[in-house]
Nanobody, 120 residues
Framework: QVQLVESGGGLVQPGGSLRLSCAAS????????MAWYRQAPGKQRELVAT??????NYADSVKGRFTISRDNAKNTMYLQMNSLKPEDTAVYFC???????????????WGQGTQVTVSS
């Protein structure tokens, strides 16, 4: 069974920083595209950043403030969030396209989410 587990969320003041982690575990053959999404109260889930073969892409709202990275050896993805704003407050979800051992094709997986609150 493949699992994605996020960590690193919390409460931070405006202008502060947090680093989120997402670790994929289980019987994994390969992890392809990984991504961070977020969902604020009363809003739809939105894409924050993706990383494929080392190439990152960002939503306009986080460009220049957030950095996505991954350690392929550990099947782990990170999101370094700097200059945080109250509007960044949301539950952040990890998403990954994972080819599990024994499966014929990769499938999309989600983590359980981690809360990020930016408030003074």
């Amino acid at each position: 069974q493949v699992q994605l587990v996020e960590s690193g969320g919390g409460l931070v003041q405006p202008g502060g920083s947090l680093r989120l982690s997402c670790a994929a575990s289980g019987s994994i053959f390969r992890v392809y595209t990984m991504a961070w999404y977020r969902q604020a109260p009363g809003k739809q889930r939105e894409l924050v950043a993706t990383i494929t073969s080392g190439y990152p892409n960002y939503a306009d709202s986080v460009k220049g403030r957030f950095t996505i990275s991954r350690d392929n050896a550990k099947n782990t993805m990170y999101l370094q969030m700097n200059s945080l704003k109250p509007e960044d407050t949301a539950v952040y979800f990890c998403n990954a396209n994972v080819h599990a051992v024994g499966d014929p094709t990769p499938t999309g997986r989600w983590g359980q989410g981690t809360q990020v609150t930016v408030s003074s």
